[in-house]
């Protein structure tokens, strides 16, 4: 299989790239440069991110299903026009409400991306019989991304020492480049899509059970990915230079990396069961390491390991989610695409409320989030499982 493995990565080169030139490896200055240089206060920040994801919510669900009708590769050619107008707005924009309008269009961007760029991988190899190779080949395409991400990470902060917005000029050129590539990749034709089947008649199994699914893999993410731009500025806030945040970003990358890499080494012997439950005790450890860490290394460490986790199971929880909840030949974008959904409600209402906490204390801001996260975890937990035992999907 690792042969096989190594030629779909020579065929998917194109795909790899452009998900690479999605990742926003310019985070920690944009945080910087949004407070120091533009003004914006902290409360502005969280409603920029709170409406930002709103509107992506709004968007979420027509994204799969534009995806489903009209093909994945004319709607990940739209999420990638939509960040690369958003990079422009960044460059040229000043004051609030232009830094709104980037993020809006960042976020819309990424609405029509995840659930099209999973089912797109998903398609191609379904039209071969050879979708049992989706987790290993996603996983393996995640941890490329994660270590290419290192590089790009510490370049593009680095970048800042020289001019605040060199580091946004380099995102845009990247962008551009992964325009090409998404323009290079061959269509998935969505061959494998019944266009008369609709979402719940995509589901196997219960849709309550579904739901309830989809929150339950998403909480933990949701809140993590929040508050990145809290997280650079507690980071600051803790005395870490603007220049090693490069490195904390990029340690995050590697982390991914190497997680995802063992991942793919032990999937088969990792069953669902046992990733929830080591994933609630991590969830704890990591929030109290965040909230108590003694100094701003620490705090880093703490920070790398927890947002590396976090992106390297996305992919086995996709194809835990696929498998335990999709028909052959339904919607896999549209269903992708409520999931997402789900996520980004999360979000947004994180953001706005986690806001004004944060300007008292980032430590008091993550400590609320870190407790609210490990309530709902074990509510939904139970919730879960008894649909689980009803459902047997």
């Not at 998917?12 to 533009?38: D, G, K, W």
């Not at 933990?220 to 490069?246: C, H, K, Q, V």
């Not at 012997?269 to 965040?290: G, K, P, T």
């Amino acid at each position: 299989m690792s042969t096989k493995l190594e030629s779909l990565h020579k065929e998917f080169q194109y795909a790899f790239l452009f998900a690479l030139s999605q990742r926003r490896n310019f985070i920690p200055v944009f945080s910087i440069y949004i407070v120091q240089v533009l003004g914006i206060t902290i409360e502005e920040v969280g409603i920029i991110v709170g409406i930002s994801a709103i509107m992506s919510l709004i968007f979420e669900i027509p994204s799969g299903y534009f995806s489903d009708y009209f093909g994945h590769k004319p709607t990940l050619l739209l999420s990638k026009v939509l960040v690369v107008f958003s990079m422009i707005v960044f460059i040229f924009g000043k004051g609030f409400y232009a830094i709104l309008l980037g993020s809006i269009l960042q976020m819309l961007g990424f609405a029509f991306q995840p659930g099209s760029f999973q089912a797109y991988l998903h398609d191609i190899l379904e039209g071969r019989d050879e979708d049992y190779l989706f987790r290993g080949l996603y996983t393996q395409l995640q941890g490329r991304i994660a270590l290419w991400s290192v590089v790009l990470s510490i370049v593009l902060v680095l970048s800042a020492a020289i001019h605040i917005l060199i580091p946004f000029v380099l995102a845009l050129f990247i962008d551009l480049f992964g325009l090409f590539c998404v323009i290079k990749m061959p269509d998935s034709n969505n061959i494998y899509t019944d266009k008369t089947i609709g979402i719940v008649a995509s589901i196997r199994g219960s849709w309550i059970f579904v739901f309830f699914m989809m929150i339950f893999l998403s909480l933990a993410s949701s809140f993590s990915f929040a508050t990145n731009n809290f997280r650079t500025l507690y980071l600051e806030d803790m005395g870490i230079p603007i220049f090693l945040l490069g490195f904390v970003m990029g340690g995050s990358r590697l982390a991914w990396f190497v997680i995802s890499k063992l991942l793919h080494k032990y999937e088969k012997q990792l069953s669902f069961l046992v990733f929830m439950i080591f994933e609630f005790f991590f969830i704890i450890l990591s929030y109290f390491a965040i909230v108590y860490a003694p100094n701003a290394y620490f705090l880093s460490l703490a920070f790398i390991v927890q947002v590396g986790y976090l992106r390297a199971r996305s992919s086995v929880f996709t194809h835990f989610f696929l498998d335990m909840c999709f028909k052959k030949g339904g919607k896999k974008a549209s269903l992708l695409s409520v999931k997402q959904l789900v996520s980004t409600g999360v979000q947004s209402i994180i953001a706005f409320s986690v806001a004004d906490a944060m300007g008292v204390s980032f430590a008091g801001g993550f400590f609320s989030l870190g407790v609210s996260l490990v309530s709902l975890l074990i509510v939904f937990q139970i919730i879960f499982f008894v649909f689980w035992r009803k459902n047997k999907v």
